[in-house]
């Protein structure tokens, strides 16, 4: 998974992040994951791009937004 950061989150941060997004390979991957998160996110916020393309908004711990591109 490539992982953007258009925050600055500082490198540690960004490197434990990316490591903890490996492992995702589905969406069903990225909701299980998010219900973990502290605090759990158990409805992520999806954005309907079009017919086959959307966005998963999640909270992330220190104020971030995650934004997962789906197909």
């Known amino acids: 998974m ?3 950061d258009f925050s600055h989150m500082p490198s540690l ?6 490591h903890a997004l490996d492992p995702l390979h589905t969406l069903g991957d990225l909701l299980e994951w ?3 998160l502290s ?3 158990p409805s992520p916020i999806v954005v309907t ?6 966005d998963v908004l999640v909270p992330y711990p220190g104020g ?5 591109d789906t197909t």
């Open 2 to 4: 490539e992982v953007h």
């Open 13 to 18: 941060e960004l490197e434990l992040l990316g």
């Open 34 to 36: 998010a219900h973990h």
């Open 39 to 41: 605090p759990p996110v």
């Open 49 to 54: 791009q079009d017919e086959y393309t959307h």
């Open 64 to 68: 971030y937004w995650l934004d997962f």
